[in-house]
């Protein structure tokens, strides 16, 4: 078996916070050599599709297409308990008014753009880079901005206007958890080494949660900008219980979200969601 993993994420202030200890050094990784890739979720996705690496973080929504060839790991998920990605606009407007609305999405793969087709499909979009999107909505290219980073944080001091939260409106719905993205395992692998990488990559994110204080440091140099009390709030949102371990709520949202997908017509087929063991 191979002793290089290679393990791709995104060049993110969370992602980062969830791999500090893997990336330091501060774990015994047994001889294993993990090289880590940063990229962003659009290529991450597209990449998964053709197995490019052994570990990945994906959307969810990609996960529908890459499923023979990955399993999700049984932590490392980004998972919104009432609060998810926001869509905001320049003028006032309300949920109902999104089918009049031209959007900016961050990729048609991401977990958001499937949330929000669930609610409602019927609107014209464009996709933007994810951390250009307020930018399109400010100068007019777009009415509206589906936001899925720290934009949904200070949005409200760019004068931008709430229209739907999509987190809240999941859980109204289904009293679940919206989940974003997870991190994927290459099945052909073997039972052994995927077991052996995904005790290490638990253990990545548990030291990042007992070592707050250091991880958060680390991952500021990823957190494009932002002051520390954001980037706190930010990779508090994204990076907590329900990364160390879903939980059979988390695991429940999961399929929820594909099976509604493939319900609504959005996705091809029905997904078998297998998660790790272990």
Request: charged share 25%; aromatic share 10%; hydrophobic share 40%.
């Amino acid at each position: 078996m191979p002793d290089k993993i290679t393990l791709a994420h995104s060049p993110d202030s969370d992602d980062a916070f969830m791999f500090y200890g893997l990336a330091t050094h501060k774990l015994d990784t047994g001889g294993l050599h993990f090289e880590h890739l940063l990229k962003d979720i659009q290529t991450l996705n597209e990449e998964a599709m053709r197995g490019t690496y052994d570990v990945t973080a994906i959307s969810f929504h990609a996960y529908a297409y890459i499923h023979e060839k990955y399993a999700l790991l049984p932590h490392g998920a980004s998972i919104g308990d009432n609060y998810g990605p926001i869509v905001v606009s320049r003028e006032p407007a309300t949920a109902n008014d999104i089918p009049n609305l031209k959007i900016a999405i961050p990729g048609k793969l991401t977990s958001a753009f499937l949330a929000l087709r669930i609610f409602n499909s019927d609107f014209e979009y464009e996709v933007v880079p994810f951390d250009k999107i307020i930018d399109a909505v400010l100068d007019g290219t777009c009415d509206a901005g589906l936001l899925i980073h720290e934009g949904q944080l200070f949005y409200q001091s760019k004068g931008l206007h709430k229209v739907l939260d999509l987190g809240e409106w999941w859980h109204e719905q289904h009293g679940l958890p919206l989940p974003m993205g997870g991190n994927a395992i290459r099945r052909d692998l073997g039972d052994g080494r995927i077991k052996e990488v995904s005790k290490l990559l638990r253990e990545s994110i548990n030291y990042s949660l007992t070592h707050r204080d250091d991880a958060l440091q680390y991952a500021m140099q990823f957190a494009r900008d932002m002051d520390p009390g954001l980037a706190d709030r930010f990779v508090a949102m994204w990076v907590n219980e329900l990364t160390l371990d879903y939980t059979d709520r988390g695991r429940e949202a999961v399929r929820r979200l594909l099976d509604e997908g493939h319900e609504k017509g959005i996705l091809p087929h029905k997904v078998q969601v297998d998660f790790v063991e272990g």
